[in-house]
Structures are given as C-alpha cells and as structure tokens.
C-alpha cells in the first residue's frame, strides 16, 4: 500500500499546477481522466510496438473491425494505435494538444468511450489555451502506474482516495463514489459463505451484479474473494451506474482486467425505459448468481416517479416493484427490489443478496391498503426471502456518520435458516482510526471481519445474536371503535348497530402470533368495555424494531452515588469562585 499512498500524493500535487486557472471544484476534471489515461498507457507499454507493427500489416486489408485482432496483440480487451504514448507527447511540446487528441482517438472504442465519459476534450483545449496542457502531461508521464507496480485492486483505493479528496475541497459527498472496503469485504464473506463448496469446484463460473457499482470496488473485491478462495473459479462482473466520471473509472478497471467491457452499464438502475436522455435499467431481464449494492441512502425518487408508478401499477408482481413503493423522500427498497428482481429462480440455484441500508427500511411506512414501505418488508419477510440483518457500527462511512444495516437475501435458504431471520449486532466491533477521513472515525479490523462472520455462520443465540421466527416481526394494525354518545345514549345506525365516534377513535399493533380477540379482552377491554374492532379497517404490516430486541437494562445509579458527586461538584465549584474573586 505504500506505492498507492506515495502514488496518490503524487497525483494530488498535480493539481497545484491548476491553481488559480481552475476552481478547486473542477480539479477532477482534468486530474481523474489524466490517471486514467496512464494507467491504460502503462498497461499497453510492454505490447505498443507490436501492435503498431500489427496495425500496419493489417490497416490496408478490408477487414471491417480490426479491433479484434489488435487487442489479441496487445493482450487485452482494448488496444492503442496511435503512434504516441506518454513518452513521446512530451517528446514535442509545441503540438501537444493535436498529438493527445491522435493518442486517445488511436484506442480501441471501448477504451476511447471511457475517456469521453470525462468530457475530457474540453480540458485540453481549457489547459492548452492556459500553457498547462504539456506542464500536468509531463508530471503524470513521470509516475509508474503500471500493473507490475500498482496492482488493479490497489488503483481502485486510488482513485477512491482522490475522488475523496476531490469530493471533500468541493463539498460534496464522497460516500455516494464508493464504500469503505472493510464493509465490501464483510458483504462479500456474508454473500459467498453458505456457497463456499459450490465456488471452489474446478471450473465454476459465476455472476455478480452492482446496480449503484461507483468505481466498482464490490465487484473488484469479490472477485478477489474468489479468486484467493479457488483460482480455477472465474466470477464474472456486471455493474450499473449513473455518474459518468464513476462508471468511466469502473470500466476502465474492467477493461483492465480482462472482463467483458459491455458487463459495466450508464444509466439510472430504476427506470425502466430508456429515452434520450437517461437510459434505465440495461440488465432488466438479466439473473444473476449473486448481487451486491450500497445504494445512496435517503435518495429522492422524483424524478423518475413517473415511470417507476407506471411500473408498479401496470406490471404489478411481473415487474419490479409489484410489492409497493416507498416514499419519495427515499427510494433504498427501490434499488432493492430491482435488485431482487434479478435473483435466479430456486430451482436454478437461487441467488443471494447483500445490501447496505440506513435504519429507515426496518420500520418506516405503516400499514394500510395502499402498498407502501411496511408491504414491502411483509412481502420479503412472508416470502422466506430475509436471511439476515447485520447492525454496524456507526462513523464507518465517508459521508454519514448514522447507523447502517447489511440485509442479507438469499430465495434458496439453507434448511435450519427457513422460515427464521437472523439479526446480529455488532455495533461494538470496531477501532477508532488514528485519522478520520470526513465522517468516517471507526473502521473493521481483520479480526472484527472473522468474528462477525462466525456470528452469522454460527447461526446461534447469543448477546449478539438473535433468531426469529418470520411472524414474529409481524402484526396486525386494528382500528378500536367506541360509540358514538348523544344525550347519555349510544346513537345507532338505521341497522340498530352502534355509530363509531370518530374523536375517540384509537388503533392498536396486536403481533400476529397472538390471538386479536384475547389481546383485546386482556388489553383493551378491562379500560373500556364498550369498544369494538371494525374488522374491515385492519392491515397487517411488518418491522423490525432492532433496538427492542437488543435492549439491555441499565440500572439506574443509587441516590447515595447521585448526592456524593453533587457535594463533590458543590465542593469543586465553590472552590473555583474563591480562585476568580481573590
């Protein structure tokens, strides 16, 4: 990790060169496609002269797409036939700006369409008009980023760690780039765990799929869980995303590595069309083995409201969202049930799914006939589709310092998990860091990964772990009628029952387990023997009040302990008056 440290401070003091011509808020535009650009340089180095050799025997043939060819020479999925690279652009100061611009139009398409994602021709002509163009060419033309030095999973805490930097000088959110790799690492135990004699048969291939995949370090880092766990397996990624500096370093990556460049996809996971503008979802008819998000917490849907009602009121359960929608305010079951979508059917071998929430999905929305968030947890829950929630410990993200949740679903339970939920607490695994970065002062150590991973693999009872029944988050939400009073008399309807009285009108959650009419003898009735249920007003809703379940008692202190700190206090202030007025 040293070369990553050294490597981005290097590159961040690039950015000092745009001091004055630049706002700080603009720096990524020019710092984030340039660290691209010589990381795919680097890479091509050791084959450049054999594809410019390759391209001229072929160039003069009619073949229609010589990409093909040219990549099986450079020995990856993307090539460069300009004749220059970084080398020799600063070899020729005065055409810099023409000689880029031959450079990036000799990559192969897929490569060329990544640079375009920045927008980056309008920064050489900004840089050149400002005589920076050859000054930050040549200081990025001066550091190693090649394969050798700094390995795939090393360039993505790179660009993590300057798209942080970027994000904090600008004020915005870092956090909606990328998650802390401690936390993709715990999801990636969570999500392969029960499935570790399946993945390490020789030859297995499988799917993951990220619908908010950022710089795609949950797919980066499950396919280095894999590949550590089985090298004969091979994990094929596919991701989604809509920032198009994101999805431009998120490719970029792939196209490193040798996955398919057309896996990772631009646009807004949960629209369902595409239009000129926005695409939508580009996998809207995939499956996947597993998938794996984190999507932006609290995020407003208005935009794509539309659509996403039309969805749910047409397509009803045969889209995405059959289940109902959230509020506006906040779309997280959105990416969620799009997500679930996408799970293979049982009979397939099912899927798992991990996802990171805010505490706001456990329990917000209340039960009613309109489907909303409280609908959406009963069709999970009552489907045998939640495995387990994980309650993490606070200050782990770059952006918020609240409480989070991985949800684990999986449609293909293991036989002691069925019809059980697991709920484990572990919001006191943590250390504090030496240094925060933004909101983010508590990381996982290794050992917090192993141990919170044997919670959850154990799958027994303890003080940090729970296990329910699916009912027991369940209830029934009853409204409790009394009558309606008019001179000391119960006023009736034309069928001699009594009028309900509106003012007095209450509601009641009765747990599902329990028997309505024995809860209201026992509860209700001994305070008010008049009242009844109006049966046709009753829905069942579902939450998972996790705090409830994991509440210790504290005893309060005894009054002699209270009383010997206040004269101790009493004492110390007294004390310090006699100091000011002497």
């Known amino acids: 990790m040293t070369n990553v440290k050294e490597s981005a401070n290097f590159i961040w003091s690039i950015a000092d060169l745009l001091r004055g011509d630049y706002k700080q808020s603009d ?19 050791a084959t450049k ?65 990544i640079i375009e994602q920045f927008e980056f021709d309008n920064q050489i002509t900004k840089l050149d008009e400002a005589n920076l163009l050859f000054m930050v060419l040549k200081r990025f033309q001066e550091i190693d980023l090649h394969p050798e030095q700094i390995s795939s ?51 297995i291939v499988k799917t993951i799929f990220d619908c908010c995949a950022g710089t795609g370090g949950m ?67 995939h499956k996947f083995d597993y998938l794996i998000t984190n999507p932006p917490f609290g995020v407003k849907w208005g935009k794509v409201q539309k659509e996403v009602t039309e969805e749910h009121q047409s397509l009803g359960h045969g889209g995405r969202f059959g289940a109902g929608l959230p509020s506006v305010s906040d779309g997280s079951f959105l990416f969620l049930m799009s997500l679930m979508s996408k799970m293979k059917p049982k ?3 099912g899927s798992r799914l991990a996802i990171v929430f805010n505490g706001s999905p456990l329990f917000s929305g209340s039960p009613s006939s309109k489907k909303n968030e409280s609908s959406i ?59 925060s970065l933004g909101s983010k002062r508590n990381e996982l ?66 747990p599902l387990k329990e028997d309505i009419e024995n809860y209201m003898k026992r509860e209700v009735l001994p305070h008010v023997p008049d009242a009844w249920i109006d049966e046709k007003k009753t829905n069942v809703g579902y939450e998972i009040n996790f705090t409830k379940y994991f509440y210790q008692y504290k005893p309060l202190r005894s009054l002699a302990d209270i009383k010997k700190d206040i004269l101790a206090l009493e004492e110390e202030t007294d004390g310090l008056i006699k100091t000011v007025l002497a």
């Open 49 to 113: 002269a054999e594809v410019l050799k390759k391209h001229e025997q072929v160039k003069s043939m009619n073949i229609q797409n010589l990409d093909p060819i040219l990549n099986k020479v450079a020995g990856y999925n993307f090539h460069n036939s300009s004749l220059f690279d970084f080398d020799k652009l600063i070899a020729d100061p005065n055409n810099i700006a023409s000689n880029l611009r031959n450079y990036i139009n000799g990559f192969s398409e897929e490569a060329r369409e």
């Open 27 to 45: 720096y990524g535009k020019v710092v984030l496609p340039f660290t691209v650009l010589r990381r795919l340089d680097c890479v091509l180095k």
């Open 445 to 510: 150590s290794d050992q917090h990964l192993q141990d919170i991973t044997k919670l959850y693999g154990d799958f027994e009872e303890n003080e940090h772990c729970k296990i329910f029944d699916n009912k027991d988050f369940g209830y029934s939400k009853v409204t409790v009628e009394r009558p309606l009073m008019k001179n000391g008399k119960v006023v009736k309807d034309n069928k001699g029952n009594p009028k309900p009285d509106a003012k007095l009108r209450d509601t009641e959650n009765i």
């Open 219 to 285: 797919l980066s880092v499950a396919e280095e869980y894999l590949n550590e766990l089985n090298p004969d397996a091979r994990l094929e990624v596919f991701g989604q995303e809509l920032n198009p500096e994101s999805y431009a370093i998120c490719k970029s990556d792939m196209l490193i590595k040798g996955q398919k460049p057309d896996n990772i996809a631009k646009g807004n996971s949960l629209k369902s069309k595409d239009d000129i503008k926005l695409k939508g979802d580009q996998f809207i008819n």
């Open 347 to 349: 009979d397939q071998g």
């Open 153 to 203: 999973m090393e360039m993505g805490y790179m660009f993590e760690e300057l798209i942080r930097k970027f994000a904090e000088i600008s004020n915005e959110t870092a956090g909606e780039h990328f998650t802390p790799r401690e936390v993709i690492r715990l999801m990636v135990n969570l999500l392969f765990m029960n499935d570790r004699e399946i993945l390490t048969q020789k030859g």
């Open 377 to 435: 947890r009963q069709w999970i829950i009552e489907n045998d589709l939640l495995e387990a929630v994980i309650a993490l410990p606070n200050q782990l993200f770059y952006n918020t310092g609240i409480n989070t949740y991985i949800w684990i679903i999986s449609n293909n339970k293991a036989k002691e998990r069925k019809g059980k939920v697991q709920l484990i607490n572990a919001v006191d695994y943590f250390k504090k860091m030496s240094k």
